[in-house]
């Protein structure tokens, strides 16, 4: 079976966001309703609609292959579910994500691998990776380094499944809470239909922003004390 090249992925992302925008277009024409409108239907249906969690984690899973944005969904989910429920959506939708970009540039191998370390943040942690792939990915999710790039380098290399989801699933819990209270700070966006600014919850706003100073220091802590492009320890 003839494998697909990364120019036909990125073609895969530029058909399905015309798509998106054709639907919403007609949307707009055929109910002549606002585009506040739609969103507040679209809230509606995500959560009171049984199927609702379902298909927001479905959309986090597909998400690598349209380039939309983790850290937007992540606000959201903490918006439509709360921290807690929205945690849970967010772990499970955002490692069947990074699975998904893990699998197809392991499919794809050695040119996704090469384009991946061309970002400069990940020159030179092939080796590191593979020496030690749960301690390394732990510590790029804690420093913030481009999360679908990570996934990628970490597929096209061969990486272990069970320590690259592991040390996600734990690396990336800093940056989805403060994402997820962000969100779950968001008052009724249905305001925004009449004109005014939803209210914000100061609590989860400080708790935050709390969060995303702590994140901040300990990732500057982690680059003082590792070398990401070193090789691994002997």
């Given at each position: 079976?003839?494998?697909?090249?990364?120019?036909?992925?990125?073609?895969?992302?530029?058909?399905?966001?015309?798509?998106?925008?054709?639907?919403?277009?007609?949307?707009?024409?055929?109910?002549?309703?606002?585009?506040l409108d739609l969103l507040a239907s679209l809230v509606t249906f995500l959560v009171e609609h049984p199927y609702g969690p379902v298909?927001?984690?479905?959309?986090?899973v597909l998400r690598p292959l349209v380039a939309f944005s983790a850290a937007a969904l992540t606000v959201g989910a903490g918006h439509l579910y709360g921290p807690w429920w929205g945690l849970?959506?967010?772990v499970l939708?955002?490692?069947?994500?990074?699975?998904?970009?893990?699998?197809?540039?392991?499919?794809?191998?050695a040119e996704v691998?090469?384009?991946?370390?061309?970002?400069?943040?990940?020159?030179g942690v092939a080796g590191r990776l593979r020496a030690r792939t749960f301690e390394t990915i732990?510590?790029?999710?804690?420093?913030?380094?481009?999360?679908?790039?990570?996934n990628y380098l970490a597929g096209a290399l061969r990486l272990r499944p069970a320590p690259f989801v592991l040390?996600?699933?734990?690396?990336?819990?800093p940056g989805t809470l403060t994402f997820l209270l962000f969100g779950a700070s968001i008052g009724d966006l249905s305001a925004l239909t009449e004109g005014r600014w939803p209210s914000l919850d100061p609590r989860s706003l400080i708790a935050s922003a709390a969060l995303f100073?702590?994140?901040l220091v300990v990732s500057r802590a982690l680059r003082r004390r590792t070398t990401l492009g070193a090789d691994a320890p002997r």
């Open positions: 079976m003839r494998r697909p090249s990364p120019r036909a992925l990125r073609w895969v992302a530029v058909v399905s966001w015309a798509s998106l925008l054709v639907v919403y277009a007609a949307a707009v024409a055929t109910t002549g309703r606002t585009p298909l927001f984690v479905l959309a986090y849970l959506v967010v939708g955002a490692n069947g994500g990074a699975l998904l970009a893990y699998g197809l540039a392991r499919w794809l191998g691998a090469g384009r991946a370390l061309g970002h400069p943040r990940l020159q732990l510590t790029l999710r804690f420093v913030f380094a481009p999360y679908d790039a990570v040390a996600t699933a734990l690396g990336s819990l100073v702590a994140s």
